[in-house]
RNA sequence: GAGUCUAUAGCUCAGUUGGUUAGAGCGCAUCGUUGACAUCGAUGAGGUCAGAGGUCCGAGUCCUCUUAGACUCACCA
C-alpha cells in the first residue's frame, strides 16, 4: 500500500477546500452564527512560530465550532499600516521615511505590504486555516481609512479625542509620539554624577543624578520631608552649576537613601518631574526639542547636540570646573520604546489623544461582562486599567498610516473637519470643501499627523461585522463570539477594543476573550520582536515535518501557557497521522464487501455497540473542553481513544469476525457498521487537529458514499444519544474481557512469546464470569487470544492460565 | 516595591467541585513482530507532588509563611 506523503497530499487538499468553497460562511444559513474576531497579525517582517502556535489554537477551536453546528464567521486581516509596516519597509529598502516625499515613501510601503500580504496567506493556508479567504482586510484600504476615519470624527465630536500641546512619550529613533503601552523597560548602564550646588550661604552641597545635560531644564529642588540633614533648606534658593537659581521644596517622593537624598526636577526628565511640575505648578523650560536636539534655551556648549554627545558634553564642561565630585556606575531600568529600543524621552508636542482616565471605571465593568479564558488573564487586564496615568495618545508622527482627519483655520487655529463623503482623506495632500465652523475662512493647512495602528485595528469587531456585506447579507453583530489574542497585547489591542467599543456602541465588543501563551524557543527564552525565531522558520518546519503535525504539537499545552518547543510533539504528531493512515486503511479494506446500512443498536453484538458508544462519549468530553477554549485536553482525549481503544484492543478483537467469518454473517456485519461508523467518528474528531489526514481518508472512501457531505470538514460533531447505550452489566462484562485479554498479552510477553502464537486453552479463573455470560464473546476472545479453546473456572480472584 | 502565574517521574505536561494504590507522552530497560502500522506491539523500572506549618475523618488539590523561576506594573532623580 501507498505510503502517505503529505508534501503532495496538504498541498492538494488545501487546494481541494479552496476550490470548493468548503470554508465559505454561509448567509442563508439556519445555524448560529460563531463569529471570531482575528487577530490581524503586523505587517513587520517575517511571521514566527510564535505566530503560528497562537493562531493555530484559534484554528483548531473554529474547526470545532463548524463542526458542532455553528456557522462558522472567521475572517482574516492583516494590519499594514503605521510604525512597524514603516520600520519594515525602511529596512528593507534602506531608506528613511523622511528623506521622501511622503506620497512616494507610502507607494513604495504599499508595495511591500503587498508582497507580505500573500507570503502571510501562504503560510496561513499551508497550515491548512479553514478561514473564509473571501473575507479578508487590510487595515490601509479604503474602507477601514475610512471606517477608521469616520471613528475619530465621532469621537472628536463627542470631545472624547482633544488635540492637546503636553509633554508626551517621544521616540526620537522614529520621532513620533508613543503610547505608554508602547514603552518597555530595559536595563542600561549609566552613570550616578554627584554634581555641586550652591547654597544661599554659598555652602556647596551635592545632588546626584544620572541626566547632567538636563540641567539646564532644572526648575526646582527636591528633599524628602522626613530627612533632618535637609528640611532646613526647604524654601530657600539654591543655586545649580550653571548659575541658575531655584527653589527647594520637600515632597514624600524623594528617598532618602537614594543619591544624595536630593532630586533635582527638570522639564521633563521623567514621569515624576512631570507630576512635580503639575502639582506645584512650576514654569515649564523645554530645552529638548521634537529630534531630541538640545534648543536655545540650553546651555550653549549643548545646543544641536543629541543626549548622549550632550552628556559627554556637559560632564566634560563641569569636569572642567571641578563641579562634578564622584561618578558612579550604576545599572538601572530605562524605559525604551519597544520597537527600536531607543529611551523613551518626554517632549512637549501636540498630539490627539482619546480620553481614558475618565472611564476606567466603565471599563472594568465591561471587563466583568466579558469571559475571560484563562480566567486568570482578566486579571492582568484589570491591573492594566487601574494603573494608567496617561490618556491614549493616538497619534504619530509617521508617515504611511491612516491621516488623522482633520484641518486647521490658518486664520484663527479652528479645528476643521472634512465632509463623511470626502472620506479617507490624506489632509496633506488632499483638502475639504468645508470651511472654518468659526470664521469661515477657506484657508485651510492639513494635519500631517497620523493614527497609531491601534486606533484602527481597535475597531476590528466593527471592521469585521461590515466585511464583504455582499457575502454577509445578515450583519455580524456585536458583540462577537471570540476574541483570541496573545497576552503580551492584553494592555493594547484588547483594551483599545473594550475602549473604543465602550464610546461606539457602549457595548462589549466580544462575548468570550481566549488569550494564548507564547512559545518559548528553550527553557526561558522567548522569541523576541527582533530575531522572530533565529534559525526556526515556520515554512521550513512545515515543510519538513507537515502541517498536521506541527498542528498537532503546537496544542500540547494549556490555552494560556507559555510552552517549548519539542520536537518530541512533532514526533508524536507524526506518528499519529501514519498510524491513523494504517489503522484507517485497514478499515476500509475490512469494509471491501460490506453494505453500508443504517445504524441500528440492536443489531450490534455489546462490544461493537460499546466502542461505538466510546467514540460517542469522547466527542462529548472533548466538547465539553473545546466549550471553555481548552484544545489540549480534547487532542490528548480523541488520541487515547483511537490508539488505546479503538488500534489496540478493538481492531484486534475484530479481526476473527472480519478475516473468516462469510460477508452475510451479523456478527460480521455488526463489526463492519460498528467500523463504518465509528471511523467516520474517529475522523471527525481528529479533523480540527489533522485537517489534511482526516480529509485524505474521508476522501478515499467516505465522501463517495451516498448521504455523506462532500469533505470530512462538513461533518457533524457526534452526539450522543441514549439507544447507544450499552447495559450495565454487558459493560460489566467488557471490562472484564479487556483485562482478561491484558493478562494474556502480559503472560506471553513475560515469557518472550510472540502475542501471535496460538494458544491450546486459555483458562480464565473468575468469581463471576460463566460461558453462557461470555457467550456474546468468545469468537472475539478466542481471535484476540489465538486461544482454541477458553475455559471457565469459577475462582475468588481473576487469573489466567495458558496451555500451548 | 506591588500584582499575577508557575513549581508533580530524567524531559514536556495532565490531575475538573479535597475522596481508594498520583497519570500520559517521550526517554530508559526487557521482550516480541510474516495479515493495518518498527512512524509498531507487550511488559516493566522510575515520584517523600519545591519546603514548613495549618484546616479537615481525609490535602497534589483549600489557607498561611518560606524558597526558586516567569510575566506584568511601578521605581528608574
Same mark, same amino acid.
Given at each position: 500500500?501507498?505510503?502517505?506523503?503529505?508534501?503532495?497530499?496538504?498541498?492538494?487538499?488545501?487546494?481541494? @477546500?479552496?476550490?470548493?468553497?468548503?470554508?465559505?460562511?454561509?448567509?442563508?444559513?439556519?445555524?448560529?452564527?460563531?463569529?471570531?474576531?482575528?487577530? *490581524? =497579525?503586523?505587517?513587520?517582517?517575517?511571521?514566527?512560530?510564535?505566530?503560528?502556535?497562537?493562531?493555530?489554537?484559534?484554528?483548531?477551536?473554529?474547526?470545532?465550532?463548524?463542526?458542532?453546528?455553528?456557522?462558522?464567521?472567521?475572517?482574516?486581516?492583516?494590519?499594514?499600516?503605521?510604525?512597524?509596516?514603516?520600520?519594515?519597509?525602511?529596512?528593507?529598502?534602506?531608506?528613511?521615511?523622511?528623506?521622501?516625499?511622503?506620497?512616494?515613501?507610502?507607494?513604495?510601503?504599499?508595495?511591500?505590504?503587498?508582497?507580505?500580504?500573500?507570503?502571510?496567506?501562504?503560510?496561513?493556508?499551508?497550515?491548512?486555516?479553514?478561514?473564509?479567504?473571501?473575507?479578508?482586510?487590510?487595515?490601509?484600504? =479604503?474602507?477601514?481609512?475610512?471606517?477608521?476615519?469616520?471613528?475619530?470624527?465621532?469621537?472628536?465630536?463627542?470631545?472624547?479625542?482633544?488635540?492637546?500641546?503636553? =509633554?508626551?512619550?517621544?521616540?526620537?529613533?522614529?520621532?513620533?509620539?508613543?503610547?505608554?503601552?508602547?514603552?518597555?523597560?530595559?536595563?542600561?548602564?549609566?552613570?550616578?554624577?554627584?554634581?555641586?550646588?550652591?547654597?544661599?550661604?554659598?555652602?556647596?552641597?551635592?545632588?546626584?543624578?544620572?541626566?547632567?545635560?538636563?540641567?539646564?531644564?532644572?526648575?526646582?529642588?527636591?528633599?524628602?520631608?522626613? &530627612?533632618?540633614?535637609?528640611?532646613?533648606?526647604?524654601?530657600?534658593?539654591?543655586?545649580?552649576?550653571?548659575? &541658575?537659581?531655584?527653589?527647594?521644596?520637600?515632597?514624600?517622593?524623594?528617598?532618602?537613601?537614594?543619591?544624595?537624598?536630593?532630586?533635582?526636577?527638570?522639564?521633563?526628565?521623567?514621569?515624576?518631574?512631570?507630576?512635580?511640575?503639575?502639582?506645584?505648578?512650576?514654569?515649564?523650560?523645554? !530645552?529638548?526639542?521634537?529630534?531630541?536636539?538640545?534648543?536655545?534655551?540650553?546651555?550653549?556648549?549643548?545646543?544641536?547636540?543629541?543626549?548622549?554627545?550632550?552628556?559627554?558634553?556637559?560632564?566634560?564642561?563641569?569636569?572642567?570646573?571641578?563641579?562634578?565630585?564622584?561618578?558612579?556606575?550604576?545599572?538601572?531600568?530605562?524605559?525604551?520604546?519597544?520597537?527600536?529600543?531607543?529611551?523613551?524621552?518626554?517632549?512637549?508636542?501636540?498630539?490627539?489623544?482619546?480620553?481614558?482616565?475618565?472611564?476606567? /471605571?466603565?471599563?472594568?465593568?465591561?471587563?466583568?461582562?466579558?469571559? @475571560?479564558?484563562?480566567?486568570?488573564?482578566?486579571?492582568?487586564?484589570?491591573?492594566?486599567?487601574?494603573?494608567?496615568?496617561?490618556?491614549?495618545?493616538?497619534?504619530?508622527?509617521?508617515?504611511?498610516? !491612516?491621516?488623522?482627519?482633520?484641518?486647521?483655520?490658518?486664520?484663527?487655529?479652528?479645528?476643521?473637519?472634512?465632509?463623511?463623503?470626502?472620506?479617507?482623506?490624506?489632509?496633506?495632500?488632499?483638502?475639504?470643501?468645508?470651511?472654518?465652523?468659526?470664521?469661515?475662512?477657506?484657508?485651510?493647512?492639513?494635519?500631517?499627523?497620523?493614527?497609531?495602528?491601534?486606533?484602527?485595528?481597535?475597531?476590528?469587531?466593527?471592521?469585521?461585522?461590515?466585511?464583504?456585506?455582499?457575502?454577509?447579507?445578515?450583519?455580524?453583530?456585536?458583540?462577537?463570539?471570540?476574541?483570541?489574542?496573545?497576552?503580551?497585547?492584553?494592555?493594547?489591542?484588547?483594551?483599545?477594543?473594550?475602549?473604543? $467599543?465602550?464610546?461606539?456602541?457602549?457595548?462589549?465588543? @466580544?462575548?468570550?476573550?481566549?488569550?494564548?501563551?507564547?512559545?518559548?524557543?528553550?527553557?526561558?527564552?522567548?522569541?523576541?520582536?527582533?530575531?522572530?525565531?533565529?534559525?526556526?522558520?515556520?515554512?521550513? /518546519?512545515?515543510?519538513?515535518?507537515?502541517?498536521?503535525?506541527?498542528?498537532?504539537?503546537?496544542?500540547?499545552?494549556?490555552?494560556?501557557? &507559555?510552552?517549548?518547543?519539542?520536537?518530541?510533539?512533532?514526533?508524536?504528531?507524526?506518528?499519529?497521522?501514519?498510524?491513523?493512515?494504517?489503522? $484507517?486503511?485497514?478499515? !476500509?479494506?475490512?469494509?471491501?464487501?460490506?453494505?453500508?446500512? %443504517?445504524?441500528?443498536?440492536?443489531?450490534?453484538?455489546?462490544?461493537?455497540?460499546?466502542?461505538?458508544?466510546?467514540?460517542?462519549?469522547?466527542?462529548?468530553?472533548?466538547?465539553?473542553?473545546?466549550?471553555?477554549?481548552?484544545?489540549?485536553?480534547?487532542?490528548?482525549?480523541?488520541?487515547?481513544?483511537?490508539?488505546?481503544?479503538?488500534?489496540?484492543?478493538?481492531?484486534?478483537?475484530?479481526?476473527?469476525?472480519?478475516?473468516?467469518?462469510?460477508?452475510?454473517?451479523?456478527?460480521?456485519?455488526?463489526?463492519?457498521?460498528?467500523?463504518?461508523?465509528?471511523?467516520?467518528?474517529?475522523?471527525?474528531?481528529?479533523?480540527?487537529?489533522?485537517?489534511?489526514?482526516?480529509?485524505?481518508?474521508?476522501?478515499?472512501?467516505?465522501?463517495?458514499?451516498?448521504?455523506? =457531505?462532500?469533505?470530512?470538514?462538513?461533518?457533524?460533531?457526534?452526539?450522543?444519544?441514549?439507544?447507544?447505550?450499552?447495559?450495565?452489566?454487558?459493560?460489566?462484562?467488557?471490562?472484564?474481557?479487556?483485562?482478561?485479554?491484558?493478562?494474556?498479552?502480559?503472560?506471553?510477553?513475560?515469557?518472550?512469546?510472540?502475542?501471535?502464537? %496460538?494458544?491450546?486453552?486459555?483458562?480464565?479463573?473468575? *468469581?463471576?464470569?460463566?460461558?453462557?455470560?461470555?457467550?456474546?464473546?468468545?469468537?472475539?476472545?478466542?481471535?484476540?487470544?489465538?486461544?482454541?479453546?477458553?475455559?471457565?473456572?469459577?475462582?475468588?480472584?481473576?487469573?489466567?492460565?495458558?496451555?500451548?
Amino acid at each position: 500500500m501507498a505510503k502517505y506523503d503529505p508534501s503532495s497530499q496538504e498541498k492538494h487538499w488545501q487546494q481541494f @477546500w479552496l476550490d470548493n468553497g468548503i470554508y465559505h460562511f454561509n448567509p442563508k444559513s439556519p445555524k448560529p452564527i460563531y463569529s471570531i474576531d482575528t487577530p *490581524p =497579525p503586523t505587517v513587520s517582517g517575517k511571521l514566527h512560530m510564535g505566530h503560528v502556535f497562537s493562531y493555530t489554537h484559534t484554528e483548531v477551536l473554529a474547526r470545532y465550532f463548524r463542526l458542532s453546528g455553528h456557522n462558522l464567521y472567521y475572517p482574516f486581516g492583516m494590519d499594514d499600516n503605521g510604525l512597524p509596516t514603516e520600520r519594515l519597509v525602511e529596512t528593507e529598502l534602506g531608506i528613511k521615511g523622511s528623506d521622501l516625499p511622503r506620497n512616494e515613501f507610502i507607494q513604495k510601503c504599499l508595495n511591500t505590504v503587498d508582497q507580505y500580504h500573500q507570503k502571510y496567506r501562504d503560510l496561513w493556508q499551508s497550515l491548512g486555516f479553514s478561514v473564509d479567504w473571501r473575507l479578508e482586510y487590510s487595515t490601509i484600504s =479604503p474602507e477601514i481609512r475610512t471606517l477608521s476615519q469616520k471613528n475619530f470624527i465621532q469621537l472628536f465630536q463627542k470631545g472624547i479625542a482633544y488635540r492637546q500641546e503636553s =509633554p508626551a512619550l517621544w521616540c526620537s529613533t522614529c520621532q513620533t509620539a508613543v503610547a505608554q503601552a508602547e514603552v518597555e523597560d530595559k536595563q542600561k548602564d549609566s552613570i550616578f554624577y554627584d554634581l555641586v550646588f550652591t547654597l544661599e550661604d554659598n555652602k556647596e552641597i551635592l545632588i546626584a543624578t544620572t541626566r547632567p545635560e538636563l540641567l539646564s531644564a532644572c526648575v526646582a529642588v527636591f528633599v524628602n520631608p522626613k &530627612d533632618k540633614r535637609y528640611l532646613k533648606l526647604v524654601g530657600t534658593t539654591i543655586t545649580t552649576p550653571l548659575g &541658575d537659581k531655584v527653589k527647594i521644596f520637600k515632597d514624600d517622593k524623594v528617598q532618602i537613601d537614594k543619591g544624595t537624598g536630593i532630586v533635582m526636577c527638570c522639564t521633563y526628565g521623567d514621569e515624576t518631574d512631570l507630576f512635580w511640575k503639575k502639582q506645584y505648578n512650576f514654569d515649564e523650560k523645554i !530645552i529638548l526639542d521634537k529630534n531630541c536636539k538640545f534648543n536655545q534655551l540650553a546651555l550653549s556648549q549643548i545646543q544641536g547636540q543629541s543626549v548622549t554627545q550632550a552628556r559627554k558634553t556637559i560632564v566634560d564642561y563641569l569636569n572642567s570646573k571641578n563641579l562634578i565630585k564622584k561618578e558612579l556606575a550604576i545599572v538601572h531600568d530605562v524605559g525604551c520604546h519597544e520597537r527600536c529600543g531607543t529611551p523613551i524621552e518626554i517632549i512637549n508636542t501636540f498630539q490627539w489623544f482619546i480620553k481614558v482616565l475618565d472611564i476606567k /471605571e466603565d471599563i472594568l465593568k465591561f471587563a466583568d461582562q466579558i469571559n @475571560w479564558y484563562p480566567k486568570t488573564m482578566k486579571s492582568r487586564f484589570i491591573a492594566w486599567v487601574e494603573n494608567l496615568k496617561w490618556d491614549w495618545a493616538i497619534s504619530r508622527d509617521r508617515f504611511y498610516g !491612516i491621516s488623522v482627519p482633520v484641518f486647521y483655520c490658518t486664520a484663527c487655529g479652528e479645528v476643521v473637519l472634512p465632509k463623511d463623503s470626502e472620506l479617507p482623506i490624506d489632509p496633506l495632500s488632499q483638502s475639504t470643501s468645508n470651511t472654518c465652523p468659526k470664521c469661515h475662512s477657506s484657508e485651510l493647512k492639513g494635519e500631517h499627523l497620523v493614527f497609531d495602528t491601534w486606533f484602527t485595528s481597535g475597531n476590528s469587531p466593527e471592521i469585521n461585522s461590515n466585511l464583504n456585506q455582499n457575502l454577509t447579507d445578515k450583519k455580524i453583530k456585536i458583540p462577537m463570539s471570540l476574541r483570541p489574542q496573545a497576552h503580551d497585547i492584553i494592555r493594547t489591542w484588547a483594551f483599545y477594543t473594550i475602549v473604543l $467599543s465602550f464610546y461606539k456602541n457602549n457595548q462589549i465588543p @466580544w462575548k468570550d476573550v481566549a488569550i494564548s501563551g507564547h512559545l518559548l524557543l528553550r527553557k526561558g527564552e522567548k522569541i523576541s520582536k527582533r530575531t522572530g525565531g533565529g534559525t526556526i522558520r515556520p515554512e521550513t /518546519e512545515i515543510s519538513t515535518h507537515s502541517a498536521d503535525a506541527i498542528r498537532y504539537a503546537m496544542c500540547s499545552a494549556s490555552l494560556g501557557l &507559555d510552552t517549548y518547543y519539542d520536537a518530541n510533539e512533532i514526533q508524536n504528531g507524526k506518528k499519529l497521522v501514519n498510524k491513523l493512515f494504517n489503522a $484507517s486503511n485497514f478499515v !476500509i479494506s475490512a469494509l471491501k464487501d460490506y453494505q453500508p446500512q %443504517p445504524l441500528n443498536p440492536s443489531a450490534l453484538l455489546p462490544i461493537d455497540l460499546w466502542l461505538y458508544q466510546k467514540s460517542l462519549e469522547t466527542a462529548q468530553d472533548m466538547a465539553k473542553y473545546f466549550q471553555k477554549y481548552d484544545y489540549s485536553h480534547p487532542r490528548d482525549l480523541s488520541v487515547s481513544f483511537f490508539w488505546e481503544n479503538f488500534c489496540d484492543y478493538y481492531l484486534e478483537i475484530i479481526k476473527k469476525r472480519i478475516y473468516e467469518l462469510k460477508p452475510s454473517d451479523p456478527q460480521k456485519i455488526s463489526a463492519q457498521t460498528t467500523l463504518y461508523y465509528s471511523l467516520q467518528n474517529i475522523l471527525t474528531i481528529f479533523s480540527p487537529f489533522i485537517p489534511h489526514i482526516t480529509e485524505e481518508i474521508y476522501q478515499s472512501y467516505f465522501a463517495s458514499q451516498s448521504g455523506l =457531505p462532500r469533505s470530512v470538514h462538513l461533518t457533524s460533531w457526534p452526539k450522543i444519544t441514549k439507544e447507544f447505550k450499552i447495559t450495565s452489566d454487558h459493560q460489566k462484562i467488557i471490562d472484564e474481557i479487556l483485562k482478561i485479554i491484558s493478562l494474556v498479552r502480559a503472560e506471553k510477553s513475560k515469557n518472550g512469546i510472540n502475542l501471535a502464537q %496460538p494458544i491450546d486453552i486459555l483458562t480464565i479463573n473468575h *468469581p463471576w464470569l460463566t460461558s453462557p455470560s461470555l457467550q456474546d464473546f468468545l469468537f472475539d476472545l478466542q481471535g484476540v487470544t489465538r486461544a482454541s479453546q477458553i475455559k471457565i473456572q469459577k475462582s475468588p480472584d481473576l487469573s489466567i492460565s495458558l496451555k500451548y
